[in-house]
């Protein structure tokens, strides 16, 4: 049977890496180092049940390599949790890249990286996430054919991430406010980076009044003109009257400091791993009565975009399979209410079936 437990409730400084593979049924870790290029990463194969795993690579400037670790292995179970409930036939798998990645990125750098992915012989094919553009998987698909979301092909998937966001915001409004009309909604969007802009932007033309976040200030600035957005501190952020609060940054923003603040009918948002720990967070939200999608069922646009590269389909095939995120966010939320189970459980529970399903029985794909 197919079952991960939660992964934030083990402090993994005081345990064996292997152990902690065991326990969340992680598959593989490749740790990559090259100090020529700088170059230090964590590729984790989490399960290939559904075939290759796909993730994207992240870069960011952990505090150090516990953390990396920590953030690899609980992003990699949410992207096999991502691919099953979305209906793709993809594994689940993430990279990280330990770094600046304003200042740290070269060419040598992403090409000793792709060696390292060409050194899995396809079980893992990767792609942008945090930190990574469209050139950077340029430079490793120099050395690797296991990469997508490269320019003139799908590109960068961040518009459909943005896109089924958007949909499934509508459909847990559909569900909290009795209508997915959006215009006039107070809509905290935290982190306006690719997929935060796209969100900003769709909302915006909607009309909904938009509050935004950043660490970076001249994109914060840049988005505000550009969609008339209201500019919030980093913390007051949590402490606005609104309706929807979308997480569009890193992930953990929903805590137990952060719920006594937030006052919103509705979380949803393009973040993984929005609940700092799922068992506590999940169950508190549903208390306080806040709707709460998902984020690995919410934000699968990306890895549907990827999807449609590895497959050879097109663009609108892609946005046409992100318009269905509306059906499965409605789905969940339903179920949650109707069984009075928090949504996130309802959520591991369909992408575990499927996962089962073909494991138990071997159904082909």
Known sequence: MFEVKNIEDTDLSNNPVIAQMSKYNHEQLLFCNDNETGLKAIIAVHNTVLGPALGGTRMWSYKNEMEALNDVLRLSRGMTYKNSISGLNLGGGKAVIIGDSRTMKSEALFRRFGKFVNSLAGKYITAEDVGISPVDMTWVSKETNHVVGLPGKSGDPSPVTAHGTYVGMKACAKEQFGTDELSGKKVAVQGVGHVGEYLVDALAKEGAEVFISDIHEP????????????????????????DIYAPCALGSTVNDETLKRLKCSIIAGAANNQLQNESIHGREVMKKGIVYAPDFALNAGGVINCYSEVKSLSAQWAMDKADEIYTTIQNIVKRSSSENIPTYEIANKMAEERINAISKDKLPL
């Open 219 to 242: 994109t914060l600035k840049r988005v505000a003109d550009t969609y008339d957005a209201k500019v919030v501190g980093l913390d007051e952020i949590y402490d606005l009257d609104i």
